[in-house]
């Protein structure tokens, strides 16, 4: 059920086009800077950014408990507004969101006030919103671990006898994760096909997109204290999109025994705002039925899946961006409250700014899966563009653009795009 804040019938006085996927009912955190302002705190309200450092320089937020607001909002990350937890996340989400709603004339009827506060997100640079701790990459897209595991292993045993108990993941790198718009270099390696006796150094031929959602952590847990399944909604802060590129030739050589490597951890993408948790309240779904049963520390009351439209869009240089996947967060046999117990069920501690990506989000229909190297089959089958071009991999100059949103009782509620650039090698 909607709470007050995510309620259909609220209007902010900033003027929404209907399908805007910045309505007031989400109010989505950022970084953002301009020529003249440092980085800072930022909520995104229709084609604007509501600036919080300078609203709590002003006192224009209704005084929230435990919220020292002069200090958290004129940081250069969400990590110190994020670590002081849902109640005060749920009281300033409350705050803003009158400040912005018809019947607050603040600033509504301050012109010079909204002037300083508010800034066309045309004119505003978008950086990382949070100070990544620690990246995990989960892998809990049943359709996508199946594809994988015809193509790379056995097609008589895709799926390996843990997946179904284990939400399957590993440790990613934090360094090279990088915002949307942060362009990448084809990365090069050791490079070995089935056909070759030994491996040759090169750049990847078989550069890749993956098509995933992040949650980040707001409020961590002690080492030695798991986080339960059904207290999610007290750690994770929100969501983003991520696209987790991949080298497919490069993986495939090294990920015996120990898992991805240097064929990952070139670069991953986000996307700059943050849809809190709360935000995404009325999307929340029971997911698909898990059978076997889970183990008890796994199972969870209520529904924790997410219902969230993902596309992905494929730009050639020079050339009109092409639509070439349409899957759903949904998807994921694994929810968020599962992911999260499990990762911290051994005592392992996660801390604010920890981020977690779900795994490649592949659909049952073709036209959902989330990576060329399933919609090509390898580079068996490939596809093609309607310029008439073809790809089977990510060729030099193409720009892949990932965008997240869902309609409901009328309101968009939408996460912004994630896009990326592949630059030639740097040999
Ligand atoms: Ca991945």
């Not at 996508?144 to 399957?168: C, E, Q, S, Y």
């Not at 036209?367 to 073809?390: C, K, M, R, V, Y």
């Not at 790809?391 to 100059?397: A, I, Q, S, V, Y």
């Amino acid at each position: 059920m909607p709470n007050a804040h995510t309620h259909p019938a609220l209007k902010s006085w900033i003027p929404v086009p209907a399908d805007h996927q910045f309505p007031i009912q989400n109010l989505p955190y950022g970084i953002f800077s301009t020529a003249d302002l440092s980085p800072r705190v930022g909520v995104a309200i229709g084609d604007y950014v509501l600036d919080l450092h300078e609203i709590a320089m002003l006192d224009l937020l209704i005084p929230v408990k435990g919220l020292p607001a002069r200090e958290v909002f004129a940081q250069p990350s969400l990590n110190a507004f994020m670590a002081l937890g849902p109640a005060v996340w749920s009281a300033t989400r409350g705050a803003i969101s009158s400040l912005l709603s018809t019947n607050n004339t603040t600033l509504q009827h301050n012109q010079s006030l909204r002037d300083k506060v508010l800034l066309p997100q045309s004119e505003v640079q978008m950086h990382l919103p949070i100070q990544i701790g620690d990246y995990t990459d989960f892998y809990s897209s049943m359709q996508h671990a199946t594809n994988v595991g015809i193509m790379f292993r056995d097609p008589a045993n895709a799926l390996l006898p843990n997946w179904k108990h284990i939400p399957v993941g590993y440790h990613g790198r934090a360094s090279s994760v990088v915002v949307s718009g942060t362009d990448l270099h084809r990365p090069q390696g050791q490079l070995k096909g089935p056909a070759d006796a030994v491996p040759k150094f090169g750049a990847s031929r078989k550069l890749d997109f993956e098509l995933e959602m992040a949650w980040v952590v707001g409020v961590g847990n002690p080492l030695g204290h798991p986080i339960k399944a059904d207290q999610w909604r007290d750690h994770v802060f929100g969501f983003c999109i991520f696209n987790d590129w991949s080298a497919r030739d490069i993986q495939s050589w090294e990920y015996v025994p120990l898992g991805p490597f240097l064929g990952k951890n070139f670069g991953s993408s986000l996307s700059p705002w943050v849809v809190t948790a709360e935000a995404l309240t009325p999307f929340l779904i029971e997911g698909q039925e898990q059978d076997p049963e889970v183990l008890p520390y796994l199972q969870t009351s209520g529904p924790t899946h997410l219902d969230i439209e993902l596309e992905v869009w494929l730009q050639p240089a020079g050339g009109q961006a092409h639509k070439i996947s349409q899957s759903n967060y949904k998807h994921l046999y694994w929810s968020v409250a599962q992911q999260l117990a499990h990762h911290t069920v051994n005592g392992c501690n996660m801390r604010p700014g920890d981020l977690c990506a779900s795994g490649t989000i592949s659909g049952t229909e073709r036209s959902s899966w989330g990576s060329l190297l399933e919609l090509s089959w390898n580079g068996t089958e490939p596809i093609t563009l309607p310029d008439g071009a073809t790809r089977t991999f990510l060729e030099d100059g193409d720009t892949i653009i990932m965008k997240a949103y869902q309609d409901l009782n009328g309101i968009r509620i939408g996460f912004g795009e994630v896009r990326g650039t592949i630059l030639p090698t740097v040999s």
